[in-house]
C-alpha cells in the first residue's frame, strides 16, 4: 500500500531552517533561560530519557554521547531554536560494534550512557556545562580529566542544585549518576523497565505535574501501559 499513498507536504521544511547545538546554547544561564522554557527543557528531558531508554542497547548511541551531538532545529524568522525537538548527529561509521566485559570490572560506572544522560540532565536544568565546573579535585594532578572527573562533578552539582530542582528530576539525576547503587540486585530485570520506572517515569511525573503536558501528548505510551496490555489476555 505504501506506493500508493501520495506523500504529504511537511509542515517543517529543513532545509528552510537554520540549526543550533546545545554546546552553543549552554554555559551562560541566563541566556539559556531566556532562549527555553522551564516547560520546553522538561519536555527536553523526557525527550532525552526516552532516546537513551529505547537505543541504548543497540548500536545507535555511543556510550559518551553528551551535548556536542545535540542539535536543535530553529524556524527562519523565529527568535530561538525549538528545544523540544532535540537531534543526534552521529557518525555511525566510528560507533563500537564490540563491548569489552573487562572494562566494566574497573569503571567507575556500569552504563556510561545512563551517566552521560546524568550529566545532561543536570545540564539541560541549570544551563550549565559540565566541564566549567570541574574542581582541582576532580582532575588528575589538578589538571587533568579522567573516568572519574564528569561523575564526581556531577555529583557535587547535584547535591548544590538540590532545592533548585523538582523532586522527580532529582531522582531521575541520582538514578543515572548512582545507577549501581539504585539497580542493586535487579540486573537481572528488563533493562528498559528499570530505566523507565528509574529514569523516565520521574520525569513524565514532573512534566505532568508542573506543566500538564503528558507523556502521550509528545507521541509516547507509557511502558506500563503497553505491558498490561500484552499480559491482560486481550
Same mark, same amino acid.
Request: aromatic letters at 8%.
Given at each position: 500500500?505504501?506506493?500508493?499513498?501520495?506523500?504529504?507536504?511537511?509542515?517543517?521544511?529543513?532545509?528552510?531552517?537554520?540549526?543550533?547545538?546545545?554546546?552553543?546554547?549552554?554555559?551562560?544561564?541566563?541566556?539559556?533561560?531566556?532562549?527555553?522554557?522551564?516547560?520546553?527543557?522538561?519536555?527536553?528531558?523526557?525527550?532525552?530519557?526516552?532516546?537513551?531508554?529505547?537505543?541504548?542497547?543497540?548500536?545507535?548511541?555511543?556510550?559518551?554521547?553528551?551535548?556536542?551531538?545535540?542539535?536543535?532545529?530553529?524556524?527562519?524568522?523565529?527568535?530561538?531554536?525549538?528545544?523540544?525537538?532535540?537531534?543526534?548527529?552521529?557518525?555511525?561509521?566510528?560507533?563500537?560494534?564490540?563491548?569489552?566485559? +573487562?572494562?566494566?570490572?574497573? %569503571?567507575?560506572?556500569?552504563?556510561? !550512557?545512563? =551517566?552521560?544522560?546524568?550529566?545532561? @540532565? *543536570? #545540564?539541560?536544568?541549570?544551563?550549565?556545562?559540565?566541564?566549567?565546573?570541574?574542581?582541582?579535585? +576532580?582532575?588528575?594532578?589538578? %589538571?587533568?580529566?579522567?573516568?572519574? !572527573?564528569? =561523575?564526581?562533578?556531577?555529583?557535587? @552539582? *547535584? #547535591?548544590?542544585?538540590?532545592?533548585?530542582?523538582?523532586?522527580?528530576?532529582?531522582?531521575?539525576?541520582?538514578a543515572c549518576l548512582e545507577w549501581d547503587e539504585v539497580n542493586d540486585g535487579r540486573e537481572d530485570e528488563d533493562f528498559v523497565k528499570r530505566v523507565?520506572?528509574?529514569?523516565?517515569?520521574?520525569?513524565?511525573?514532573?512534566?505532568?505535574?508542573?506543566?500538564?503536558?503528558?507523556?502521550?501528548?509528545?507521541?509516547?505510551?507509557?511502558?506500563?501501559?503497553?505491558?498490561?496490555?500484552?499480559?491482560?489476555?486481550?
Amino acid at each position: 500500500m505504501l506506493w500508493q499513498q501520495r506523500a504529504q507536504r511537511s509542515d517543517s521544511q529543513i532545509r528552510h531552517q537554520l540549526d543550533a547545538s546545545l554546546v552553543s546554547l549552554l554555559g551562560d544561564a541566563k541566556c539559556w533561560k531566556e532562549r527555553s522554557k522551564p516547560r520546553d527543557r522538561s519536555i527536553l528531558a523526557v525527550v532525552l530519557a526516552h532516546a537513551v531508554m529505547h537505543c541504548s542497547e543497540g548500536p545507535w548511541l555511543p556510550a559518551d554521547f553528551d551535548k556536542k551531538q545535540i542539535f536543535f532545529f530553529r524556524e527562519e524568522g523565529a527568535q530561538h531554536p525549538d528545544v523540544r525537538r532535540p537531534l543526534f548527529a552521529l557518525d555511525f561509521t566510528h560507533l563500537p560494534t564490540t563491548v569489552d566485559d +573487562d572494562d566494566n570490572l574497573f %569503571s567507575v560506572h556500569s552504563n556510561p !550512557t545512563i =551517566l552521560s544522560l546524568g550529566i545532561l @540532565l *543536570l #545540564e539541560i536544568n541549570d544551563g550549565i556545562k559540565i566541564e566549567d565546573h570541574w574542581a582541582p579535585g +576532580d582532575l588528575m594532578d589538578g %589538571s587533568i580529566p579522567n573516568e572519574s !572527573t564528569n =561523575l564526581t562533578t556531577a555529583l557535587r @552539582l *547535584l #547535591e548544590k542544585l538540590d532545592d533548585e530542582l523538582w523532586i522527580g528530576s532529582q531522582d531521575a539525576v541520582r538514578a543515572c549518576l548512582e545507577w549501581d547503587e539504585v539497580n542493586d540486585g535487579r540486573e537481572d530485570e528488563d533493562f528498559v523497565k528499570r530505566v523507565y520506572e528509574l529514569i523516565v517515569e520521574p520525569l513524565e511525573d514532573v512534566l505532568r505535574q508542573a506543566w500538564g503536558v503528558t507523556p502521550e501528548q509528545l507521541g509516547f505510551d507509557r511502558i506500563h501501559k503497553r505491558e498490561q496490555a500484552g499480559s491482560g489476555g486481550t
